[in-house]
Structure formats: C-alpha cells, structure tokens
C-alpha cells in the first residue's frame, strides 16, 4: 500500500522520453529500449569501435553497446547515468549487455572500470561505469577489481573538447598496482562512451605494464 501511495504522488517517468512508466517498466520505457541503437559489434571482431583503436594497442576485442549520437536518446541516457545520480542506466544497460556478450567474455580474468581521479570522485560521488560494472560481473560471474588501475592526474572534463584536444593529452596520468598473480591474466576494461579512444590507449598501455596480460574493451557507446 506505501509503495502504490508512493506512485502515486511521485510517478516514476522514462529517463528517454520523461513519459510516464508503465506497470512492469523500469528505467525506460518499452518503446525507449525497443528505440536504443545497438551496434551488434559482438557479431564482428574489426568492428568499428575495434577500428577506432587499432593499430595504437594489441588489443583482443572492442565492443560498445549503443550508438553514441548528438542529441539522440543515448546521449540522453548516459547524461543522466554521468550527471544527475542516475545510476540505475548503467544497471539496466550492465545488465542487458551482459547476457548479450557472454559468449565473447568466457576468457575474461576480471572486469577493470576506468578510474577517476580522487577529486574528482569525492565531486561526482561516484564513478558513472560502476553500476555498469557491477552489473557484467554479476551477469558474467567476472570479478570487478577496482585497485588494479588507478588516476594519479585530475584533469577538467573532456566532454566539451574538441577531437584533437583530446588527443593531446599526458601520456602517464593512468598508473597500475600489480602483484605477481596479476600476470598472464585477461582484463575486460570498461568505460562510458568510446569517442577519441585516447583514454582506453592510455589505460590499456598502462595494463600491459603487468607481464603477459591480455585485454579487452567493452563501453556503453560508441560515437558515430
């Protein structure tokens, strides 16, 4: 009875459309998640987010789940997710891919997110791919390990730079903490939007400091 009354005065909405949310709907509407562009990059190993990082780092596979497009309901998404506290996208989407990518993830030792900075955690009170995280390992039974990787430069966001501002960047602003049973292992590394690609190079080439170690990409989206 609370939880009908609590409905009532403050109705769950969609995070795509703000429409409101039907009985047996969470996060987003039917019609949102039947919208959402997905990439089906499991189905093709040079896909184009592979592309977008070949040549610059061996990597095994590249995989986004979403297309990433101004203004369109992706973007929408993962502002919230990013922005205002709505952590349940990155459970939702987690979760969806998850089951999606299964097959290609059997290899895989353990899941790495993209670590902020310390500031700018204690600022955002969170890290956005968490949830997403926390999600793949629950779905594919992978272990999340938050210590292997770490931010040692706080930097301003990059969301409003241009592509070649992006690039150039410090080269060591990423720094990794290994011991020897972290070697020969397989790494799935885990951010939110795949645009330049320069900050999955700069973790990944920080990764392969650890002897023998192989990795994998997987980002909720991909810019077009």
């Not at 997710?81 to 998850?98: A, D, N, Q």
């Not at 501002?165 to 939007?193: M, P």
Request: a positive charge; charged letters at 25%.
């Amino acid at each position: 009875m609370f939880k009908y009354l609590i409905d009532i005065l403050y109705p769950k909405t969609c995070l795509g459309c703000n429409g409101l949310l039907q009985t047996g709907e969470e996060v987003l509407c039917t019609k949102c998640r039947h919208d959402l562009p997905l990439t089906h990059h499991h189905l093709t190993l040079e896909n184009d987010a592979f592309k977008r990082l070949a040549g610059r780092v061996p990597l095994e596979k590249v995989m986004s789940m979403l297309v990433f497009e101004k203004q369109g309901i992706v973007q929408q998404i993962i502002h919230k997710l990013k922005y205002r506290g709505h952590e349940e996208v990155g459970t939702l989407l987690g979760y969806w891919y998850g089951e999606i990518i299964k097959d290609e993830c059997k290899e895989v030792d353990a899941i790495i997110p993209v670590p902020l900075h310390k500031r700018r955690l204690k600022e955002r009170g969170y890290n956005q791919v968490s949830t997403f995280c926390n999600a793949l390992s629950d779905c594919l039974k992978i272990p999340v390990n938050n210590k292997i990787l770490s931010r040692s430069l706080y930097s301003k966001t990059q969301t409003k730079k241009a592509f070649f501002l992006r690039t150039d960047v410090k080269k060591e602003i990423f720094d990794v903490s290994f011991s020897d049973k972290d070697s020969g292992k397989h790494f799935l590394l885990v951010d939110d939007v795949l645009t330049s690609g320069t900050t999955l190079e700069l973790c990944s080439k920080a990764l392969l400091k650890i002897p023998n170690t192989k990795i994998s990409i997987v980002t909720m989206a991909l810019t077009s």
